[in-house]
């Protein structure tokens, strides 16, 4: 166990549904972060939250929509996502700025888009 | 964008054999670590290495770094079935980690 949650652990959804996917982390970290793992791709990192601010968005399609409301929850809100969204999505954490300190990996949703 | 990259994409070896594995990377960097994903899971750090360090050591791993070549290596010395994992090189840019394609390791009993 990592102290990172994540729920549901696996999602189905058609593309003209609306879901969220949930993160918790119990460690007392200050920033977190979504990414996406698609086969055979590297990570890709889509959204960052440091103190509860969004500080990076990278180019990621208004169909997903991150809310933080506090530090240690973090929610991606998907709504008529496209068969290619199918990947599995990683909530991380860490103590201090992003990229200075080790991130701590929920196990993930495995999402997959019909 | 991807910044680390590893190599090789592959490896397989006999159980008790070290695994070496080496991460190449572009620009300059803070630090650099390295994870350790058993499959459809979440990633686990393994070590964080800073850019004025050449070597760092935990438990069967052992992470040398040169900077001069833009590159790093991670060994796992006699290693197990339980190392049979897909392993990332990570860097990080402008507050960011960017991750590598990573190298999938099994080992054989």
């Known amino acids: 166990e990592t102290g990172v949650t994540q729920t549901p652990r696996h999602l189905v959804m058609g593309m003209t549904n609306k879901k969220s996917l949930k993160c918790e982390q119990h460690?007392?970290?200050?920033?977190m972060y979504w990414y996406k793992q698609s086969a055979k791709k590297p990570l890709e990192l889509m959204f960052v939250y440091s103190l509860e601010e969004r500080v990076e968005n990278n180019s990621v399609p208004s169909r997903f929509s991150p809310e933080c409301p506090n530090s240690s929850h973090l929610f991606l809100h998907l709504h008529t996502l496209q068969p290619e969204d199918s990947a599995l999505y990683l909530c991380?954490?860490?103590?201090?700025?992003?990229?200075?300190?080790?991130?701590?990996f929920g196990p993930g949703t495995r999402l997959t888009v019909t | 964008s991807q910044q680390g990259e590893e190599d090789p994409q592959a490896l397989s070896i006999q159980e008790g054999e070290n695994a070496t594995m080496n991460c190449s990377y572009k620009t300059s960097i803070n630090n650099l670590q390295w994870y350790r994903q058993n499959s459809g899971r979440g990633l686990v750090h393994l070590i964080l290495i800073r850019s004025n360090e050449r070597e760092k050591h935990s438990g069967r791993l052992r992470v040398t770094l040169d900077t001069s070549k833009k590159s790093s290596s991670l060994l796992i010395t006699a290693s197990r079935a339980a190392d049979t994992a897909s392993y990332f090189c990570?860097?990080?840019?402008?507050?960011?980690?960017?991750f590598g394609a990573g190298t999938t390791v099994t080992v054989r009993a």
């Open positions: 460690l007392g970290h200050n920033a």
């Open positions: 990570a860097t990080d840019r402008d507050y960011k980690l960017s």
């Open positions: 991380a954490s860490s103590q201090g700025p992003p990229g200075s300190y080790e991130q701590y």
